[in-house]
């Protein structure tokens, strides 16, 4: 059983110094860094909008309000 333990170790010692040599996956890692900065790009930018959208939507309102405030109303059919 010794021995078994002891294979078990230094299968483990190869596998964890192969993995540490291993760069395959940082490309990966990197592309995944990447794609979360854009994501966080896009989301600020749409907040962004979202602001001006809605200050464009009020300043259209008060001036519908404005102009609307001195005008005779509609006649009814």
């Known amino acids: 059983m010794t021995s078994l333990a002891l294979t ?3 299968t483990m010692k190869a596998f964890l110094q192969t993995f540490m040599r291993d ?4 490309s990966a890692a990197e592309y995944a860094l990447i794609l ?3 994501g966080i ?3 600020a930018a749409a907040l962004g909008l979202a602001v001006s959208i809605q ?3 009020d300043d259209a309102a008060d001036t519908i309000d ?7 109303p509609l ?3």
Do not use: H, L, T
């Not at 760069?23 to 940082?26: F, I, L």
């Open 23 to 26: 760069e395959s996956g940082a």
């Open 75 to 77: 006649p009814s059919n």
């Open 36 to 38: 979360a900065i854009v």
């Open 8 to 10: 078990g170790v230094v």
């Open 66 to 72: 404005a102009k609307g405030e001195g005008s005779e």
């Open 55 to 57: 200050n464009a939507m």
């Open 41 to 43: 790009g896009i989301a």
